[in-house]
């Protein structure tokens, strides 16, 4: 039997993985070859095949194909393939020297039978039904008694100044044109320089590659989605951050006054205080220190950033979420932007340790 | 031997913390290095720099024998920084001008080379973001 590779140059195509700065999306792999391990770890599966090239070489490839759990709701499972089945995976490859490739199909070559298939599917919208209440009548932010569910997409969930019309970027946050830099945000001149470094750069030097927390806006950006635990008694709003590595960030809804700036620790998801306004929760947040990008795309910030955001709840399925970004130091005004969450019913968000997402 | 232990971990959570990254202004931070007429005779210098949303100011060598920064001006089309500073001597002030490349900036670890000059006297610098 003889097994090929075939790599083939596509200028222009597109790729719909949130990983430009590791793959090259310019570029398309045809890989064939037996599976000698698969990794079956969250947030990203891979699977590993010999492939042999044209002069007989063999070299192992590693193949990554998606999250664990997506794919376990879309039917595969740890048997779906098997140590010594061959394979054809067509995909991405990495850029550089690594043979690494992401997945866009993946199909057991005795069977012809396609194990898996990339998606930019969101998730099936639930029946509509009025947002759900506490007793009192104030909007419930999570699920109803004896139900379940989070926050996840739902659309677009890019941050720019909603002032700016038809600003195309992609899922990570790269703009299709550079010349769009200027109506994304009123940046100050080094704020826009250091954007555009980081634009044309693919986001390289993102810290969420190296696990950091995604404060800010960035939290509801992750595409593990967010849930609210609302604990009344105590005055606060929990939200568990599905993206990042098991994190958490408080919200007091207990009437406290906002710390003084200066006198505030800085931290990855800063000193947050919210009150209701009818059927918005606003919550002003402080005190971020400069070690994570806030949003993705690579909009820069400083120990200087005051985020307004208001959560409201239109419906049982849409959260609709709009911050005020407020940096002296980085924008020459306040700006504001938002996007909207679907609710993913009779499910909670998922374990995910970013470490884990490293190629095994 | 446990505490030893937990000194050590202690340690390398304090390294891990100093080696994040620092996202904001370029220049926000402290810096150290060297500066000299040449390769044999080096100084060391500490430079710390802070950035209000309208300037950068700095301070040479914070303590009792610092220089203020009197100028910081970072041209962002080239990465080039450009201070001057008035330090103190017997017969009074006197103007250090240097200009320099600031390179790496997406490191934590983001350097600025370049030369500077005092009177007649010149020479190079290098520093580095701690």
Redesign the interface.
């Known amino acids: 039997m003889r097994w090929t590779l075939a790599l083939v140059i596509l200028l222009g195509a597109a790729v719909s993985a949130q990983r430009s700065s590791v793959y090259d999306s310019e570029r398309q792999v045809r890989l064939e070859g037996a599976v000698t391990r698969v990794e079956w770890v969250n947030p990203r599966a891979f699977l590993f095949i010999d492939v042999r090239d044209a002069s007989g070489v063999v070299a192992n490839w590693a193949v990554e194909f998606g999250n664990p759990i997506e794919l376990e709701r879309n039917k595969w499972t740890r048997q779906s393939v098997r140590i010594g089945d061959l394979v054809t995976v067509e995909g991405v490859p990495a850029r550089g020297p690594a043979r690494q490739a992401l997945a866009r199909s993946i199909v057991h070559k005795a069977t012809g039978k396609r194990l898996f298939e990339s998606s930019t599917a969101r998730p099936a919208v639930a029946r509509t039904a009025p947002a759900p209440r506490w007793p009192d009548g104030q909007l419930r932010l999570g699920p109803s008694p004896g139900q379940k569910g989070y926050w996840a997409g739902g659309g677009a969930r890019n941050l720019f100044d909603s002032t700016a019309k038809d600003i195309r970027m992609n899922d990570e946050g790269l703009l299709q044109n550079l010349a769009d830099a200027d109506r994304v945000a009123p940046m100050?001149?080094?704020a826009?320089?250091?954007y555009l470094?980081?634009q044309r750069?693919l986001l390289k030097?993102d810290?969420i590659g190296?696990c950091?927390p995604p404060g800010g806006p960035r939290q509801f950006q992750m595409p593990n989605g967010v849930q609210f635990i609302e604990q009344r008694e105590l005055g606060r709003v929990l939200v568990l951050i599905g993206g990042g590595n098991r994190n958490w960030r408080v919200i007091y809804t207990d009437g406290r006054a906002q710390g003084q700036a200066a006198e505030v620790v800085l931290t990855y998801y800063g000193s947050s205080v919210g009150r209701w306004e009818k059927d918005t929760l606003i919550v002003d947040s402080i005190g971020y220190n400069?070690?994570?990008?806030f949003t993705n795309g690579g909009l820069?910030?400083?120990?200087?950033l005051h985020l307004t955001e208001r959560f409201s709840r239109p419906d049982l399925n849409t959260l609709r979420y709009d911050v005020t970004v407020d940096d002296?130091?980085?924008y020459t005004r306040p700006w504001t932007g938002g996007w909207t969450l679907q609710w993913v019913a009779g499910e909670d968000i998922e374990e995910y340790f970013c470490e884990e997402g490293k190629t095994p | 031997m446990r505490k030893a232990g937990a000194c050590l971990i202690g340690a390398i959570v304090a390294l891990a913390a100093l080696a994040?990254?620092?996202?904001?202004?370029?220049l926000?931070g402290t810096w150290s290095g060297d500066w000299g007429p040449g390769a044999a005779q080096r100084t060391h210098i500490t430079m710390v720099m802070a950035?209000?949303?309208k300037t950068v100011s700095g301070t040479i060598n914070p303590g009792p024998d610092q220089v203020p920064v009197s100028a910081i001006a970072?041209d962002?089309?080239n990465?080039t920084v450009r201070f001057d500073a008035d330090a103190k001597s017997a017969s009074g002030p006197v103007r250090i001008s240097a200009e320099g490349r600031l390179d790496d900036?997406?490191s934590a670890h983001r350097t600025i080379t370049g030369t500077w000059r005092q009177g007649t006297a010149k020479g190079d610098f290098k520093l580095t973001r701690d």
Not at chain 2, 20 to 26: L, R
């Open positions: 100050q001149a080094w826009k320089a250091i470094h980081r750069t030097d810290p190296a950091m400069e070690r994570f990008w820069p910030h400083t120990e200087a002296p130091r980085t | 994040a990254a620092q996202e904001g202004h370029p926000t950035w209000d949303g970072l962002v089309t990465w900036i997406a």
